[in-house]
């Protein structure tokens, strides 16, 4: 990379230094304003739930093939447009 680190180690050091800002932004946000705790445990909440969600998607079975997966979302897309068209128009 441009300082010579391994990549491991340059994302290491980016995710500190996004945790680092995003620390600073919110005890900023804390002396300005309301914040709304619902909003926060959502995203807290979803976090550690993706960071499970990810497990049973490393054991996927073994049919679990590419092309098949494509096929499930592209039977997917026409139940996702009907469900959907009310909010484009």
Do not use: K, W
């Amino acid at each position: 990379m441009l300082v010579g680190l391994p990549i491991q180690q340059a994302v290491a050091t980016s995710l500190v230094v996004i945790a680092m800002n995003s620390l600073a932004g919110l005890l900023g946000h804390l002396s300005l304003a309301a914040l709304d705790y619902g909003v926060i445990a959502l995203f807290v909440v979803s976090g550690f739930a993706g960071i499970r969600g990810r497990t049973p998607g490393l054991l996927h079975p073994p049919g679990a093939t590419a092309h098949r997966l494509r096929r499930l979302c592209r039977g997917a897309r026409p139940l996702l447009f009907i469900d959907n068209v009310g909010n484009l128009l």
